[in-house]
Structures are given as structure tokens and as C-alpha cells.
């Protein structure tokens, strides 16, 4: 989701390039993806995101691998890319998840894990040491201005069985997409955004009790002179203990920051040399940094040198909506979890393998 103050912020969401048909049958391409030219057929992906609790609409999604090994997956639920309240969805749209106990072979019904007044979107999830899980979204909803927004999480303390009824206010006045951080035991990092002014910035939210009580936002790229509109913001622990921000923007590339005091301060933005959106964080146990995000439609850089260096994009999906997580498999395979967007959309889960050269898509 673009920055929500901007008056044409829908229409830049909703106008990226038309995304191209995936055929069910039919030659695919080959597997091995050095390029960004490529298409996927019906044999690599599967939607796991279809059930009555969704609606007829689902986006935004964001998957985790818990302690007891299975894989949740949240994502957004409404009828259309903003779902305000209307006689059929009387409290708009909703956060819904499902999960895996077999590697994303198969997965549950979509089931709804909070549904509240406004329209609430852009869940990501995250489990903490101890085993709580925090999912982050912001709600949305019309004003006498035009629009309000606010960061939010939920708990859970049982593996998503159950979760808190009333929401955590994480940050007033700001949006939100991307997972909590736990940055080292009860410290928790989420990178949010807002627009003061009329600038886009992003900033740094931080909670020292495990995301029951969060601190003032610290902005990390307001009045930076290279980067106007600085909004959607993921973090990762680099080998050298410090903190590196990805920041999503509209007008140019993708820019990045560094901490070395666990997110109290950071450096100045800097290009980090390619275009995003939606930019989502992991390290696989092979110490390659993924980075995917939308833009060539859903996308995929690597890093091996601790994000000094890029290797990429590798077009994972030539749908536009996007905004992929990635999550590591027990066999060193990569699950990747991403939205289709227009009408009936829905969320897709594909494989594949990092490989030197490239990636290999994995069937199902």
C-alpha cells in the first residue's frame, strides 16, 4: 500500500502495468531463471488463500515459520483493494490466516484473526523468543480530512490458536507493512511510515517488552534529499551486528539505512541501486540475504556479501500485486507467499531453490 495522505495514493497502487495471464496449460518456461524476462505456469504456483472467511478479494500477505514447525500465513481480506465498510462487509476489510504442518504442501481454511471497525490491512507476522506471535497491520478508515490511519498489533500466545481481542496502538497517524524485528530478546523493531507536511518519510517504531507498549516513531528519512517519499521499511540483522533498513519509494530506487546501536539512530538513506516496492527480509541459514518486493512485477534480489551487493531481480511472478515474504524450508528450498491483485485476487505460495546462477522454481 502507497503512501494513504498522497489524494491519488489508490491510483498508483491500482495503475501499476496490467499483469499478464499465467495459462494453466501450455509450455512454461524453463526453470532456471537467470533474467527477468519469464513466465510461470499453473505447475509452480498454487493459491491457498480461497474461502468463505476471505471474501472475494485477498492481498497483502506475510507467512512465518513458528517453533513447532509450522508455517502461518496472513494476508488481507476484503473486496477490493481498499475494503471500507458497506452493507456486505459492514466492518470492511479483515485479517485472515492459514497454515501449513507440511512444508505449504497444503493448508488450512482461511480463518479470521481480527476483524475491527475500519478497514484493517497489510498484516505481517512474526514470532518472538518466547514464543508470542505479533502481527502488524494498520487500520484505515474516512475522516472530515479525508483519511486516518494508525499501526497496530495483535498477540498471540499459543501458536495463532487464539489472539488479543483489543489491539495495541503502536503509532497513530502511521501506516504499516512489514513484520515485527526482535532485534535481541524483548526488543522489537517495525518499520512504518507516514507523510508530514506533504513529505513521505519512513521511521523506526521500537518496543523494549515485546510489543506490549512502543515508543514515538524515530523518523529515518525525513528531509533526505535523494529519497522524497520514503515509506514501506523491513529490517535484518547484518553478521557485523548491525541493523540495515530497506525503505520502499514511488519516485526512485530503493534506498537503505544503518544502525549500530540496535535502532537508535541511523545513518543517512543511500540508493540501494534498484526500484521496489513492499521490500521484505530473509536470511537463509546458508547466510544469502533474500530480498523480495514487487517491481519487475514479483521480484527477487540476493545478497552474499551482507547487502553490500545485490544479484538480481529474478521475476518470481509476472502478477504485479506482490508483496512477497519469503520463508526457508527444512530442505534449503524457499517458500514464497505473494498476491495476484485485480478483481478476485488472491494469494499465491510458489518454491524455488537459491542457486549461484540464479533460481530454479521448484513444482509442486
Known amino acids: 500500500m502507497a503512501l494513504l495522505l498522497l489524494p491519488e495514493w489508490q491510483q498508483q497502487e491500482q495503475s501499476s502495468p496490467p499483469r499478464k495471464q499465467n495459462p494453466v496449460n501450455g509450455s512454461h518456461m524453463n526453470s532456471l531463471i537467470g533474467g527477468v524476462h519469464m513466465s510461470i505456469d499453473a505447475a509452480y504456483y498454487q493459491r491457498i488463500s480461497r474461502g468463505e472467511a476471505a471474501g472475494s478479494y ?3 500477505p506475510d507467512a512465518c515459520r513458528l517453533r513447532n514447525g509450522d508455517i502461518v500465513c496472513v494476508f488481507y481480506a476484503g473486496y477490493a483493494h481498499v475494503s ?11 485479517i485472515c490466516f492459514v497454515r501449513s504442518q507440511d512444508e505449504g504442501r497444503t493448508w488450512s481454511q482461511p480463518q479470521v484473526l481480527y476483524d475491527g471497525l475500519d478497514d484493517d490491512r497489510d498484516p505481517h507476522i512474526s514470532q518472538l523468543h518466547d514464543g508470542t506471535l505479533v502481527c502488524s497491520f494498520f487500520t484505515y478508515r474516512k475522516a472530515s480530512n479525508g483519511v486516518e490511519f494508525d499501526t497496530k498489533v495483535v498477540l498471540s500466545h499459543d501458536d495463532g490458536r487464539a489472539w488479543s481481542k483489543r489491539p495495541v496502538t503502536v503509532a497513530k497517524g502511521y501506516a504499516v507493512s512489514a513484520p515485527v524485528r526482535e532485534v535481541v530478546p524483548g526488543r522489537c523493531l517495525l518499520g512504518v511510515y507516514t507523510e508530514q507536511n506533504g513529505q513521505g518519510f519512513a521511521a523506526i517504531a521500537i518496543s523494549t517488552d515485546g510489543g506490549i507498549r512502543w515508543k514515538k516513531p524515530v523518523p529515518i528519512s525525513a528531509n533526505c534529499p535523494t529519497l522524497p517519499d520514503g515509506t514501506e521499511t523491513d529490517i535484518i540483522r547484518l553478521k557485523d551486528g548491525s541493523l540495515m533498513a530497506i525503505i520502499r519509494s514511488d519516485k526512485v530506487n530503493m534506498h537503505f539505512c544503518l544502525s549500530k546501536d540496535d535502532g537508535r539512530t541511523w545513518s543517512s ?16 541459514r546458508t547466510d544469502e540475504i533474500l530480498l523480495t518486493h514487487r517491481l519487475p512485477n514479483t521480484a527477487l534480489h540476493i545478497s552474499r556479501d551482507e547487502g553490500r551487493s545485490w544479484q538480481g531481480p529474478y521475476v518470481l511472478d509476472e502478477v504485479i500485486g506482490a508483496y512477497p515474504s519469503t520463508v526457508e524450508l527444512k530442505d534449503g528450498s524457499v517458500l514464497a507467499v505473494y498476491y495476484e491483485e485485480g478483481e478476485g485476487s488472491a494469494v499465491r505460495a510458489m518454491r524455488f531453490r537459491v542457486r549461484k546462477d540464479g533460481i530454479e522454481k521448484l513444482k509442486w
Open 58 to 60: 485477498q492481498a497483502f
Open 84 to 94: 471500507l465498510p458497506n452493507r456486505e462487509y459492514p466492518r470492511g476489510g479483515r
Open 269 to 284: 538513506p543511500q540508493d540501494l541501486g534498484f526500484p521496489g516496492h513492499a521490500p521484505h527480509l530473509t536470511r537463509l
